[in-house]
């Protein structure tokens, strides 16, 4: 079976500038989580989505950043206006519904840079 | 808020050895989940062992094993005969029990694996 699958692995772009960073559930999962990774703040979860509706995004920073689920097999997470501040690995993983106990399968991330 | 930590920002074996990663957790929940996660340089993150808080059984995956300490909210992570593809940052996470999904993660800790 096909894992998370994420686009693009790398990016690199101007501050200003719109991304949009792309991910691909595994096939069945109910659930689809965006996490960020800095080296200062570790991993920490942006936002969760169940069934293409978001649950929680209390960690997402500003609103600069917004992502949507527009059916089950994909979802967007997108930063308009970019700053280098925003530079980090972005996760995109998926589970299975049968409650929190579900591991959580991750994709390969993006690398974004922001000059 | 629960707040995961590992102590060891580096820790380091020779193959073929046995290592212990350290692992400790704050919670007041009685119902939750322990994982731990390994990133190797690829930068994925791959499930290596999962524990349910309400299980007294330690969980193990072939080399590797979990001594899961409810009382004193520990979960460290031991890795037996030591290979160099284990050479890797492993991370601790918790996820509580209920209707939040919510992964926490420690900071990690990088293993060096010397032949």
């Known amino acids: 079976d096909a894992g998370v699958i994420q686009s693009p692995r790398h990016e690199v772009t101007e501050m200003g500038q719109e991304v949009t960073l792309r991910c691909k559930p595994i096939s069945g999962h109910d659930y689809l989580f965006w996490y960020r990774q800095t080296m200062m703040r570790g991993l920490e979860l942006l936002i969760y989505f169940n069934n293409n509706v978001p649950i929680d995004d209390s960690g997402m920073p500003e609103d600069r950043f917004s992502a949507k689920m527009p059916n089950a097999s994909f979802s967007t997470l997108k930063i308009q206006p970019s700053e280098p501040r925003d530079s980090a690995v972005y996760f995109c993983a998926s589970s299975r519904r049968g409650g929190q106990g579900q591991p959580q399968h991750f994709g390969d991330g993006t690398r974004l840079s922001i000059l | 808020a629960q707040t995961v930590t590992q102590s060891q920002p580096e820790m380091s074996v020779q193959e073929a050895e046995t290592v212990t990663l350290s692992c400790t957790y704050d919670t007041s929940e009685s119902d939750y989940y322990l994982f731990w996660y390994k990133q190797p340089p690829s930068r994925q993150m791959i499930l290596v062992i999962r524990?349910?808080?309400?299980?007294?059984q330690n969980a193990t995956e072939n080399r590797f094993s979990v001594n899961f300490q409810k009382a004193a909210k520990s979960f460290s992570l031991k890795i037996s005969d030591s290979q160099l593809g284990d050479a890797a940052m492993y991370f601790c996470a918790y996820i509580r029990g209920g209707s939040n999904y919510k992964l926490t993660f420690g900071k990690g800790t990088l293993l060096t694996v010397n032949p």
């Open positions: 524990q349910e808080a309400y299980k007294q």
